[in-house]
């Protein structure tokens, strides 16, 4: 299944972007908190989409974003400090980037504060062979020149990456690598792949390897770190094209063993492009997925308490033809942030819903907005949680050209006032 670039993907003008509070409808949860959404203006160019939002060491708040310019695009992102943004700065431009709604740039932080930024660029004439492209700034404005992560040198397709900080001042890595598909009539002979690797503060690689030796083709990677390991989580495949949701653990022993988060058993012939998300803090992490077992789309979140070594039951937050998926996941002291997308026929929306930390209630559920865009244009949004409180950035479609949006949502007591 390919995926198309997000700035040919046109979208009909519906509703405008909304905001407002709703309850919890959990009969168990108890007293209900009362989710409110506010704007959160942000400092992205007028047409701009691919967002990643994360955070640094230092409680920063750091927003990236992809935008066109006369004959390519340019990689940019801002600082969100003490309750401003500073200036949106650049990254990195080029003529010759791949370009998608699905397949997008994204920017961390080591431990030693310094920034890493990932893209793709076209290896080859095949409009779908690309490589992944890193990059880190020790200071947020100089930034060094890019390597390629990977050193296969095939025509293929390299990408849908995952970041997370290693050591004092590294970056690992994994991505979906297509070097055993090279040369045959569907992607080649071979399976697509997930490998990882680890670069020092001199963009050395290290420890490159292969994880998994057949995963689905385009489906998003998500990456945590626990107390006691890293957990990677990506769409897995098998010969009888079962998709599940797999988890592999790096411990001070190496990688572990993969294992599927649930068995769902969906059989799928073909790439959702709906991709995993996970969120760990200390010892709990979760995991959430868009699944269609029976043909019937259903959202999944399930809970651990060993640092992902095993996982409890999924609860199902959300079900039906409407459900889009392209789920985020934000964790924090008080428990758990999940969103997602749905599109009806009257228009697409966000939605965003708190969860006590083992998941046994839902304390709220609000539709944070009603979109303009339809379909793949809207790409996917991101969620981060920080001070207490749900930040969600998310690209929409107006007049054609995309843009992006945000909202801070508050959890409140039943019957509070902001």
């Known amino acids: 299944m390919r995926i198309l670039p997000t700035f040919l993907v046109l979208a009909s003008t519906l509703l405008g972007a909304c905001s407002g ?10 007293p209900a908190l009362r989710l409110q ?11 701009a989409a691919q967002p990643d939002l994360v955070a640094a060491p230092d409680g920063n708040l750091l927003l990236s974003w992809l935008s066109p310019d006369a004959t390519g695009h340019q990689l940019r992102y801002a600082r969100f400090s003490a309750g401003q943004w500073q200036p949106a700065l650049p990254i990195a431009r080029g003529d010759d980037w791949f370009v998608n709604w699905a397949d997008t740039p994204h920017l961390a932080a080591s431990a030693d504060g310094a920034l890493w930024a990932q893209w ?3 290896s080859a004439g095949n409009p779908h062979a690309y490589d992944v492209q890193l990059a880190r700034s020790a200071d947020g404005r100089q930034w060094s020149a890019p390597v390629t992560v990977h050193d296969d040198g095939t025509a293929t397709e390299h990408g849908f990456v995952s970041l997370w900080p290693e050591g004092t001042d590294g970056m690992g890595i994994a991505w979906l690598d297509g070097r055993h598909t090279a040369g045959s009539a569907h992607h080649g002979g071979g399976a697509m792949t997930l490998r990882s690797a680890r670069f020092d503060a001199g963009l050395r690689r290290h420890d490159e390897r292969e994880l998994d030796a057949m995963t689905c083709d385009c489906c998003q990677t998500g990456a945590s770190v626990a107390a006691t390991a890293t957990l990677l989580v990506y769409r897995g495949r098998d010969a009888s094209e079962i998709r599940d949701i797999h988890l592999r653990r790096h411990t001070a022993g190496g990688w572990q063993p993969a294992r599927r988060v649930h068995a769902d058993n969906w059989t799928m012939p073909a790439c959702p492009v709906n991709g995993p998300a996970v ?7 979760w995991v959430a997925w868009y699944t269609a077992p029976q043909g019937e789309p259903r959202l999944r979140i399930a809970h651990s308490r060993d640092g992902g070594a095993t996982f409890g039951a999924p609860r199902e937050p959300d079900r039906g033809i409407e459900v889009q998926g392209r789920v985020q996941l934000a964790a924090d002291a ?8 749905r599109e009806d026929a009257h228009a697409q929306s966000l939605w965003l819903a708190r969860y ?14 009603t979109l303009q865009g339809r379909g793949r244009g809207t790409g996917f949004p991101r969620l ?20 992006l949006r945000g ?11 902001p």
């Not at 981060?384 to 843009?403: E, Q, S």
């Open 21 to 30: 509070d709703q309850r919890a409808t959990d009969p168990a949860a108890g």
């Open 37 to 47: 959404a506010e704007p959160w203006r942000l400092p992205a160019d007028t047409v």
């Open 120 to 122: 793709l660029r076209r």
């Open 279 to 285: 969120s760990a803090r200390g010892n709990d992490a």
């Open 334 to 341: 008080g428990g758990v942030w999940l969103a997602w997308l």
């Open 356 to 369: 006590t930390p083992a998941l046994q209630h839902e304390l709220g559920r609000l539709q944070v907005a």
């Open 384 to 403: 981060l949680a920080a001070g207490g409180r749900a930040h969600l950035v998310w690209t929409d479609v107006v007049d054609g050209r995309p843009l």
């Open 407 to 417: 909202a801070v949502v508050s959890a409140l007591p039943a019957g509070g006032t």
